[in-house]
């Protein structure tokens, strides 16, 4: 079983729709949470970072934890061409993060 | 700089060469990173460091793999008697402490051993 799992999608939205991207976990012992979006031949840009459960929101952007659960989402709303990208989420305890495989979203005009 | 620079943007490469990645993390930076990501996959853990020492090197495939950072600023990846197998994206990230506030990655070197 893999550390994180996360649909590959692709995901394709209209412009202006609500988007949800959600991973699940399977180590109790991450404690950071993060979303990073990755433009082709790009590198992840940090988007969102949360420690320990609850909402945080930028913009946007809001990014959930539910760590009894082992599940986290990120929403976009009102979403933008620009959006389109691959959406990774990453966590970690320490040293390393561990990344989901991504999932690929396209905002259509 | 500004951001974390990679060079090359792309490196061809025979199987069986050797190849050096270079990563130049953003200036104050202390903690940086090795990831390698394959197409459609999110990036692997190859190596850390802290200051000039290789904090965690856990994530190393095998022995052909090697990394220094001599004065803990600049990084080079090594690659000895590279495989096809080798081909991939190389990502450099570079964070204050331990990177608990998150990355900021370069741009990659994507390599292709042909």
């Known amino acids: 079983q893999k550390e994180v799992e996360q649909d590959p999608g692709p995901l394709s939205v209209p412009e202006g729709a609500i988007v949800s991207l959600n991973c699940t976990y399977s180590?109790?012992?991450?404690?950071?949470f993060m979303w990073y979006r990755q433009y082709s031949r790009k590198g992840p840009e940090l988007l969102m970072y949360?420690?320990?459960?609850g909402n945080k929101e930028d913009g946007r952007f809001t990014a959930q934890v539910d760590k009894s659960s082992k599940y986290i989402s990120l929403f976009i709303r009102d979403s933008q061409p620009s959006d389109s990208a691959t959406y990774l989420c990453a966590m970690n305890t320490g040293n390393q993060f561990y990344f989901g495989t991504g999932t690929s979203l396209t905002v259509i005009p | 700089g500004a951001g974390v620079s990679q060079t090359p943007s792309n490196k061809v490469t025979e199987k069986g060469k050797y190849v050096e990645l270079r990563c130049d993390p953003i200036?104050?930076?202390?903690?940086l990173y090795w990831y390698r990501q394959s197409l459609g996959q999110g990036p692997e853990f190859l190596i850390y460091?802290?200051?000039?020492?290789?904090?965690?090197d856990s994530g190393l495939p095998n022995d052909r793999f090697f990394a220094v950072r001599p004065e803990g600023s600049v990084s080079t990846l090594k690659i000895q008697r590279t495989e096809r197998g080798d081909s991939a994206v190389y990502l450099c990230?570079?964070?204050?402490?331990?990177?608990?506030?998150?990355?900021?990655f370069g741009s990659g070197t994507r390599l292709t051993v042909v």
């Open positions: 460091f802290q200051g000039t020492g290789a904090a965690d």
């Open positions: 200036s104050g930076h202390t903690a």
């Open positions: 949360t420690y320990s459960s």
């Open positions: 990230a570079s964070s204050h402490g331990q990177g608990e506030g998150g990355y900021t």
């Open positions: 180590n109790s012992a991450f404690q950071y």
